[in-house]
């Protein structure tokens, strides 16, 4: 089974910063990406950022220019870096993890950590 474990949100005013990181444990395949998504009350969940083994980016429209993700040297570890923190941020956030092998897609959730931007 694969596992994901994450850390380091909080309570941060407008403006400041947070940094999200999460850790993928379990029978992964090289190839595969990583990300991070949120989910407002009673909103659906959104795609935030991700980021393949290749290299391959991608940030949601709402938050370029804000946050960067980086994969880690470890393997199958990722990093949210949020600045210029809005309240409109204030979300769940979810680390994902998914590939492709053959005909089948494999995908894994973290348990979410919380962020909150309020002043």
């Known amino acids: 089974q694969v596992q994901l474990v994450e850390s380091g949100g909080g309570l941060v005013q407008p403006g400041g910063s947070l940094r999200l990181s999460c850790a993928a444990s379990?029978?992964?395949?090289?190839?595969?990406?990583m990300g991070w998504y949120r989910q407002a009350p009673g909103k659906q969940r959104e795609l935030v950022s991700a980021?393949?083994?290749?290299?391959?980016?991608n940030y949601a429209d709402s938050v370029k220019g804000r946050f960067t993700i980086t994969r880690g040297h470890a393997e199958n570890t990722v990093y949210l870096q949020m600045n210029s923190l809005k309240p409109e941020d204030t979300a769940v956030y979810y680390c994902?993890?998914?590939?492709?092998?053959?005909?089948?897609?494999?995908?894994?959730w973290g348990q979410g950590t919380q962020v909150t931007v309020s002043s």
């Open positions: 994902n993890i998914n590939w492709q092998y053959g005909l089948n897609r494999y995908e894994y």
């Open positions: 379990g029978s992964i395949f090289d190839n595969n990406a």
């Open positions: 980021r393949t083994t290749g290299g391959r980016t």
